[in-house]
Every structure is written in structure tokens, then in C-alpha cells.
């Protein structure tokens, strides 16, 4: 079983690594004997992440990069490879919401501006689409890698007041699974894609929408969201680790094209 999910020797790109579920992963990813590239457009956030897996004897280095820039996307890939010589796994987790883009008391659906909205779906669905351009055409060549993409639950059921960000992780999930169907057949039956939807978990980006700032205690929408998750809880970052092992493994080596929910239960529960 141990072989069945090694990682020893595979190097690994991670965008948006300096965010918590990103840093999360890159953590594991490196305990499991994976060389980890942090990108990220925050380089003290990614040499920070960088510096924690050094400091626990794991390998990684930390890659200033703009997602949607592919100069930058490219002089990442050259620094990946120089320092590691290859790249055998993007995780393409750079995204998020912009406070403009979403409804509220003070911004209504039909007041939301076109650069707001156009800021979250370029983040998220380009943010995914340009590194996978630059990073897997160098798969295609060498006839094998692994992409894996983060959605949401938003891809699953639309959430209430985030329009842009629903509709750009739902253009993520199908970029997944026409990724994975092209790639098979015009390279190389050794290159999978898949992506994880996770559900809800504590962020910086979203603490404050769940919990409220100064009690800690529940807002409205975040007791919604408990009681419409069976396990009656927010994940904790770790808990993405398990899925993302066996999607990066030979574990799920005839495994392409899914969207996996780690959520709790939230997508199977209808409310009653």
C-alpha cells in the first residue's frame, strides 16, 4: 500500500501555495517525500511555507509568480526546473472572491461591476487555465504528469451573493474534465487531470463571513452551513490530504476527469 501512494522523487507546483488550504497541502505533500515549488504572488507568504517544510528536513523552494501573466508563469517553470529538474505535478489552487464582486445590504446583484466580476473569473478559471497552458504542454512532451485542479462546493449548488465566484469554479470543473478527455487523446494516456471541491473550511478570506470578528461565535450564514452539513462542521485544512494523496498517486492511476467533494456531506444533504 505504502508504494501505491509514494511521492518520493515526484516534484510538485503548487499556485497560490502561500494560502492556507494551498500551505496545507504543500506541508503533507512534502511529508509524503515530494519536492514542493511554492508559487505564489505573495513571495514572503511562499518563502514562509518554504522555510516550515525545510525546517521539518522536507525539500521545497519558494517561486515569486503572477498566475495570470504567462512571462511569469514560464520564468517560474525555468526556476522549477532548474532547481529540481523537472515538474511532475501542478496543483493549480490560486483563486478567491473579491468583496465587490459579492451581494450584500450595500451592493446589490444589478449594481456589481463588470471589472469586479471580470477580477474573480479571470483569478479563478484563467488563473487555472494559464498555468496549466505553461506547465502540462512540458507534460505533453515528456508523456506523462498529473494536474489537479481546486473547485467548490459553489461548482456543485450556487451559494447565495458569490455569482462570480459560483460560475468560475463550475468553469473550472469543466475545464477538468475536458482537460482530462484532451489530453488523453491527443498526447498521452499517462496525463491525468482531476480537481477536489472542497467544502467549507476557515480561511482568512471567509473566517469573518462564518464566525463573527469579535465573539467567535457563528454568523448566520455560517450556522446555515452547519446545519446543512451532516457532520455538523467546518473542515480543518489536513483533511484535504487524504483525497489529494490518492489523486497524485498511482493509487488512482486509472482515475481522470472527476471532481471529488470533500465536504462533510454537504452536496448529498437536501436540507431534510
Not at 100 to 106: F, K, L, M, P, R
Not at 145 to 156: D, E, W
Not at 206 to 229: A, S, V, Y
Request: glycine share 8%; with cysteine.
Amino acid at each position: 500500500m505504502s508504494d501505491l501512494f509514494d511521492l518520493r522523487n515526484k516534484t510538485i507546483a503548487i499556485t497560490g501555495g502561500g494560502g492556507v488550504l494551498c500551505s496545507a497541502m504543500a506541508l503533507e505533500l512534502a511529508k509524503a517525500g515530494a519536492r514542493i515549488a511554492i508559487l505564489d504572488l505573495v513571495e514572503v507568504a511562499a518563502a514562509q511555507v518554504a522555510e516550515q517544510i525545510k525546517s521539518s528536513g522536507g525539500l521545497a523552494i519558494a517561486v515569486k509568480c503572477n498566475v495570470l501573466e504567462k512571462e511569469s508563469l514560464k520564468a517560474a517553470k525555468e526556476e522549477i526546473n532548474s532547481a529540481y529538474g523537472k515538474i511532475d505535478i501542478l496543483i493549480n489552487g490560486a483563486g478567491g472572491n473579491k468583496k465587490e464582486a459579492t451581494t450584500s445590504t450595500d451592493m446589490s446583484f444589478f449594481d456589481i461591476p463588470s471589472d469586479a466580476i471580470r477580477f474573480v473569473f479571470d483569478l479563478n478559471f484563467l488563473g487555472t487555465l494559464l498555468p496549466t497552458q505553461v506547465f502540462a504542454k512540458q507534460m505533453a512532451e515528456n508523456g506523462r504528469g498529473i494536474i489537479l485542479n481546486v473547485s467548490s462546493m459553489n461548482a456543485f449548488r450556487p451559494l447565495t451573493k458569490i455569482a462570480a465566484y459560483s460560475a468560475a469554479k463550475a468553469a473550472i470543473s469543466n475545464f477538468t474534465q475536458w482537460l482530462a478527455v484532451h489530453m488523453c487523446q491527443n498526447y498521452s494516456k499517462d496525463i491525468r487531470v482531476n480537481a477536489i471541491a472542497p467544502g467549507f473550511f476557515l480561511t482568512e478570506q471567509n473566517r469573518f463571513l462564518l464566525t463573527d470578528e469579535k465573539t467567535g461565535q457563528l454568523t448566520p450564514r455560517g450556522q446555515t452551513i452547519i446545519d446543512h452539513t451532516p457532520m455538523g462542521k467546518f473542515g480543518s485544512p489536513e483533511q484535504l490530504t487524504g483525497t489529494i494523496l490518492w489523486l497524485l498517486s498511482d493509487a488512482a492511476k486509472f482515475v481522470t476527469g472527476i471532481v471529488v467533494p470533500v465536504d462533510g456531506g454537504f452536496s448529498a444533504f437536501s436540507g431534510v
